[in-house]
């Protein structure tokens, strides 16, 4: 697992640490339970690695930067969230009982899952926040503890790469609702900058007409516009392409019809009605988007219901 580039430094003299760490995955999110066995503080983390991290202390308690020239505490059962996509100067500084169980997640995962839940991806109100979500009666913690119970039970790799694809989705889509609501932030499409005609048309059209991959010329051409106002517009009032529109809708409507495929039917003819010409290409982008080959998908549909992400099992921290 490729965690995250930066410093540690003992915050006393001559002493040892006595560090323990444990990671898996679930999909592309890294999970981390770790510990240095003395006061420490990280700092200098590399906004290059393109990831956002959810800091959860399970014991004792960790000081994080705000961002405002101040900082804020969590202790057991609380986490913090950092966007490290961009250049930030976040630091967090742990006392000598601290216990901590942390997620790596993609930026990238997170915007598909609120293009793919929302419609649009949330604004820099939300990315640059850094706060605390968690403790008291919040959702967060149990659905962690489910999180790890799923993957650490999973008999086959097979099976634990089926739980992770949706614990990856239960996971961003939560973050997404407790991020934005401490955050202050409305995540509903009447939030978002509003749309042209021309987009939202475009939209429903490759919504529609996705099965057979059309052109981004044939899209623009449907709703009356050039391609470059056309990409223009998605990239101003969707932030992503028509391109990755498309896609994500195709990857969507093939696991849809997976899921819900006829028992005489396999994935060659699932996917060619779809019109990919290449198997291949095809089944390594639906193993990075959904954490699982296609054949895992069908499967599952005939074998293995889908698990809950709210019926939590006892606790594997």
Request: hydrophobic share 40%; aromatic share 10%.
């Amino acid at each position: 697992m490729n965690y995250m580039p930066y410093d540690t430094i003992p915050l006393e003299r001559y002493t040892h640490p006595d560090a323990i760490m444990y990671s898996t995955e679930a999909g592309r999110i890294g999970m981390t339970r770790f510990c240095y066995g003395l006061p420490v503080r990280l700092e200098n983390f590399a906004a290059s690695s393109g990831k956002v991290m959810v800091l959860t202390t399970l014991s004792g308690a960790l000081r994080h930067a705000d961002g405002r020239s101040s900082y804020v505490t969590t202790e057991a059962g609380e986490s913090f969230v950092v966007d490290f996509t961009r250049r930030t100067d976040h630091w967090l500084d742990g006392d000598d009982r601290h216990l901590q169980f942390n997620l790596t997640i993609p930026k990238d995962l997170i915007e598909l899952t609120a293009m793919r839940w929302l419609g649009f991806v949330p604004d820099d109100d939300l990315w640059t926040c850094r706060l605390k979500i968690g403790g008291g009666r919040s959702t967060w913690m149990p659905l962690l503890e489910h999180a790890v119970d799923a993957i650490t039970r999973a008999p086959t790799r097979a099976w634990r790469e089926r739980v992770g694809a949706h614990i990856e989705e239960a996971l961003c889509s939560e973050l997404l609702l407790l991020w934005a609501d401490a955050a202050g932030v409305r995540l509903d499409a009447a939030t978002s900058p509003a749309a042209p005609h021309y987009v939202c048309a475009a939209e429903d059209f490759m919504r529609t007409h996705a099965h057979r991959a059309p052109t981004i010329g044939e899209v623009a051409d449907a709703v009356g516009v050039s391609v470059r106002s056309l990409s223009g517009g998605f990239r101003r009032f969707r932030n992503t392409t028509p391109g990755d529109f498309l896609r994500e809708q195709r990857l969507n409507g093939v696991r849809d019809a997976l899921a819900s495929a006829a028992p005489n039917q396999t994935v060659a003819s699932i996917v060619g009605r779809w019109g990919y010409a290449n198997f291949g290409v095809f089944a390594q982008a639906y193993h990075r988007r959904f954490g699982e080959l296609p054949s895992s998908t069908l499967r599952r549909s005939r074998r293995h219901p889908a698990p809950s992400a709210k019926s939590a099992g006892g606790s594997r921290f």
